[in-house]
């Protein structure tokens, strides 16, 4: 509405010229902008206030002059008045503001549509979750987010692939399948006490169970074994990480890498395919499910510090390899490679970054909690030492939401067991409901979720207007049969 009366009003003033009201080397520059208070109309335009002095005319009489120009079969314009010193007050009728269901029906699919992004590829990485247990509440916001800003991007004539970052080659991963053994272990008949680093959720106790059922008691090993001469737990005074951390390679030990690898994926691919059903029950499909792992398989990440390294970007001290990031606008250098030989997280971030900039995206999306955000400036000093353009990487944080029922606060806790899921949230509130909540904030803003506010039918939910809106919609259809048609 407003370009058409831009539109209009150049051509008013055009008219003017041609009548020689006003100069014809006056050049025409329509200003139009929605008014603070409905009393002074839909628009207010400025042309005469500001072609006034060119004009050699006082601003109220041009505003009058222009005024009486304008054609007064516009059925989109009710009245105009001139108001203060020299300001054109629009206002507008019903039919201006009903004609846009004329365009919707017209365009359909393509109504909102352009094609600002035509010829331009997107990738957004959101969500990304460790597969180490079901996505909770938390999850969700960034799931919404990331959805939202794909559509977006589509209809803006952006190609977008939306891809999962599987963080599946992390000791958080060997810590689960650790868990899951023994659990597995006391379904056996073993008596044992579980670490207090473990995972403790009843979803590790499924996995277990489901590995009983394939294998029997294949992979039982003694608690007496497992136990003997381990790092003691924080419990009895010590260190739960060293505790941890021995578990696991005493279990690595004592059932064999075949097995191992039979219950780390086992555990992964139960996880990562429930977290899959919830997204895509959720809304949330995705071009790609990228692993972590295949960055080592590849060799991607040997093959990104060398290039670092062949660049004279970094450096060795105390046994540990460091890429002087510093130089490139961090506040410190990091390591990648530690004194054991072993690549750190940073590493395969670099690498994954590289992967992605190889595939030749033109932008670069990446969607991640709030607390991640000391890890952008590090990862852009990567791309720059790679030979890329850093702008090329936009990092959106995303705050965490904080769940609650009423005044009660909820727990978030994938480690202890103690969250509500994304999918109790989804059959609990609905998908729509929790969508729009998870949105209706700026990203990087708190957002605390009430779910009985969610749930709500009251004046006081949001989603609660917007479902009586439509029922009112679908009211006007059912009584008017021939607007469905398009004929009116």
């Known amino acids: 509405m407003k370009q058409q009366l831009q539109t209009l009003f150049t051509h008013t003033l055009k008219q003017l010229q041609a009548k020689g009201d006003i100069p014809q080397d006056i050049a025409i520059d329509i200003h139009l902008e929605r008014t603070r208070d409905a009393r002074h109309g839909d628009f207010a335009c400025n042309a005469a206030m500001v072609l006034a002095k060119a004009a050699k005319m006082r601003p109220r009489d041009l505003a009058a002059r222009i005024v009486e120009q304008l054609p007064t079969d516009n059925e989109t314009i009710a009245k105009v008045e001139i108001a203060g010193p020299g300001f054109i007050n629009i206002f507008l009728t019903p039919k201006a503001y009903y004609g846009v269901i004329d365009d919707i029906l017209t365009a359909q699919d393509a109504y909102g549509r352009c094609q600002l992004g035509a010829g331009q590829s997107v990738m957004i990485e959101f969500v990304s979750a460790n597969p180490t247990g079901p996505l909770h509440v938390g999850h969700g916001r960034g799931a919404a987010y990331g959805a939202a800003l794909g559509n977006l991007l589509t209809a803006a004539g952006f190609k977008v692939h939306k891809e999962y970052y599987v963080n599946d080659a992390g000791r958080q991963m060997d810590i689960l399948a650790t868990s899951v053994w023994l659990r597995y272990l006391e379904l056996c008949g073993e008596t044992l006490t579980f670490p207090s680093n473990g995972y403790r959720g009843d ?12 294998h029997a008691e294949a992979f039982r090993q003694s608690a007496t074994t497992i136990f003997e001469n381990l790092p003691p737990d924080v419990d009895q005074g010590g260190d739960k990480e060293l505790h941890i951390d021995a578990l696991i390679e005493r279990g690595k030990q004592l059932v064999g890498d075949n097995a191992y690898r039979l219950i780390f994926q086992k555990s992964l691919e139960t996880i990562r395919q429930d977290i899959r059903h919830d997204l895509e029950q959720f ?4 071009e790609q499910w990228f692993h972590e792992s295949s960055l080592t398989t590849n060799n991607t990440i040997a093959s990104a510090i060398e290039q670092l390294k062949a660049g004279g970007h970094t450096y060795e001290q105390d046994g540990a390899l460091w890429f002087r990031s510093s130089a490139f606008g961090d506040e410190k250098d990091r390591v990648v490679v530690r004194g054991n030989g072993q690549f750190t997280y940073f590493a395969s971030d670099i690498a994954y970054h590289k992967n992605k900039l190889e595939r030749g995206f033109d932008h670069l999306i990446n969607i991640w909690g709030a607390d991640h955000h000391g890890y952008v400036s590090r990862v ?17 944080l995303v705050q965490f939401a904080t769940l609650y029922r009423g005044k009660e606060r909820l727990q978030m806790s994938t480690r202890s067991g103690e969250f509500v899921t994304l999918r109790q949230l989804r059959e609990e509130v609905g998908v729509d409901a929790a969508r729009f909540f998870y949105i209706q904030r700026k990203s990087e803003q708190h957002l605390n979720f009430d779910l009985e506010l969610a749930k709500s039918q009251s004046n006081d939910n949001p989603v609660y207007y917007i ?19 398009h004929t009116n």
């Open 203 to 214: 979803y590790v106790w499924d996995i277990a169970a489901s590995l009983h059922r394939e």
């Open 283 to 286: 809304g949330v499909v995705y």
């Open 380 to 396: 852009k000093a990567a791309m720059t030492a790679l030979g890329a353009e850093a702008n090329r990487l936009t990092v959106l």
């Open 467 to 485: 479902q009586y809106a439509h029922a009112r919609i679908a009211s006007v259809f059912r009584q008017q049969p021939t607007l469905m048609n």
